[in-house]
């Protein structure tokens, strides 16, 4: 069969467009089977309560069940590279966390490269961290911890969940731009880590203020700042560290990515979802409550998000030799 030059374009010019229509059609009847989101993270810890209550509001509002699976281990890259693995159709996410920005350059030979093979689809929050110190530390302020911690060089120990945790780079980048000589102790976990606080094993530590919250209204700690760039509702009267030391912000990030390729219109309809969320009054106040402010924004909000997180980190963890454990 001839076909003339009219019909020959118009046959092209389908071929090129069936690519564009397959994917449209596959984000319109996206997600028709459960969708799973990889967390990196054990059970009933922050990470994992702030993916259940996103994967609730998407199962609801998607139609299909939006399942968790917890994979921790090396530092959260058991699970990230599970995901870069993963077919890159929606079906497959990934939470994102501070652990992402800082293994980049916390790891020498990782399997993959973060910013290149996870696609941003949506930040969701800023979960706030409270520096608190002992009652025997005589600081009533950041100013005055800074005084005390330079008068009493090497003699301060400060606690973290473990080496190369986003509490011990916290404390890494508050050593660098105060100034201060402190002897980091690193702990397997938040929980033990904040009994040796309570112990007065330790002097001080950044934590996640719900853990924190009773010990410090009970008066067995004493919080002297949060650590994000502005003071928080529910804290209103608790000053940032950046007053003391401006330009200093050590908050956690979380939101989700996909694998590298995943469909922009996939993307997008995950995004619209879950910023609709992060606008429900009472979705809103979950998380500020569990984590803290929410972060809606585009992919390429979140994108920057991590860019410059990762920036960030990579400065601490070279300054402060984290090698990691």
Same mark, same amino acid.
């Given at each position: 069969?001839? =076909?003339?030059?009219?019909q020959?374009m118009?046959?092209?010019?389908?071929?090129?467009a069936?690519?564009?229509?397959?994917?449209?059609?596959?984000a319109?009847t #996206?997600?028709?089977?459960?969708?799973?989101?990889?967390v990196g993270?054990?059970a009933?810890?922050?990470?994992?309560?702030?993916?259940r209550?996103m994967?609730?509001?998407?199962?609801?509002?998607l139609?299909?069940p939006?399942?968790? !699976?917890?994979?921790p281990?090396?530092g959260?890259?058991? /699970?990230?590279?599970?995901?870069v693995k993963?077919?890159p159709?929606?079906? *497959?996410?990934?939470?994102?966390?501070? /652990?992402? &920005?800082?293994?980049?350059?916390?790891y !020498?030979?990782?399997?993959f490269?973060?910013?290149?093979?996870i696609?941003p689809?949506?930040?969701?929050?800023?979960? %706030?961290?409270?520096?608190e110190?002992?009652?025997?530390?005589?600081?009533?302020?950041?100013? !005055?911890f800074i005084?005390y %911690?330079k008068?009493?060089?090497g003699?301060?120990?400060?606690a973290?969940?473990?080496?190369?945790?986003?509490?011990?780079?916290?404390?890494?980048?508050?050593?660098?731009m105060a100034?201060v000589?402190?002897?980091?102790?690193p #702990?397997?976990g938040t929980a033990?880590?904040?009994?040796?606080? =309570?112990?007065?094993?330790?002097?001080?530590?950044f934590?996640?203020?719900p853990?924190?919250i009773? #010990?410090i209204?009970?008066g067995?700690?004493? &919080?002297?700042a949060?650590?994000?760039?502005?003071?928080? !509702?529910?804290l209103?009267? =608790?000053p *940032?560290v950046?007053?003391f030391?401006?330009?200093f912000?050590a908050?956690?990030?979380?939101?989700?990515?996909?694998?590298?390729n995943?469909?922009?219109?996939? =993307?997008?309809k995950?995004?619209?979802?879950?910023? /609709?969320?992060l606008?429900?009054?009472?979705?809103?106040?979950?998380?500020?409550?569990?984590?803290?402010?929410?972060?809606?924004g585009s992919?390429?909000d979140?994108?920057k998000l991590?860019?410059t997180e990762t920036e960030k980190?990579?400065?601490v963890?070279?300054?402060?030799?984290?090698?990691?454990?």
């Open positions: 069969m001839k =076909l003339n030059r009219r020959f118009h046959l092209a010019a389908g071929a090129v069936l690519p564009a229509v397959s994917r449209m059609a596959s319109q #996206y997600p028709s089977r459960p969708v799973r989101i990889i993270a054990p009933g810890g922050t990470a994992d309560i702030l993916t209550l994967g609730q509001w998407l199962s609801e509002r139609g299909q939006f399942v968790i !699976e917890n994979r281990g090396a959260t890259n058991i /699970a990230t590279e599970s995901v993963a077919t159709d929606g079906y *497959t996410l990934l939470l994102v966390a501070p /652990a992402n &920005a800082i293994n980049a350059t916390l !020498e030979n990782l399997n490269n973060f910013i290149r093979d696609a689809v949506a930040g969701i929050t800023r979960a %706030a961290n409270v520096m110190v002992h009652p025997s530390v005589p600081a009533k302020t950041v100013a !005055e005084a %911690a008068a009493n060089p003699k301060i120990n400060y973290s969940a473990g080496i190369g945790t986003s509490l011990h780079v916290a404390g890494e980048l508050f050593k660098m100034g000589d402190m002897v980091h102790v #702990y397997r033990p880590a904040l009994t040796g606080l =309570l112990g007065g094993q330790v002097q001080m530590m934590d996640n203020i853990t924190s009773e #010990y209204r009970a067995n700690l004493r &919080a002297l949060v650590n994000t760039a502005t003071r928080l !509702e529910m209103p009267d =608790l *940032t950046g007053e030391l401006p330009g912000e908050s956690a990030f979380f939101g989700f990515g996909a694998p590298r995943t469909p922009v219109e996939i =993307l997008d995950l995004n619209q979802q879950i910023n /609709a969320s606008t429900d009054p009472k979705m809103k106040a979950q998380i500020a409550e569990l984590a803290g402010p929410v972060i809606p992919p390429s979140f994108g991590i860019a980190w990579a400065k963890v070279k300054f402060a030799g984290i090698k990691p454990d």
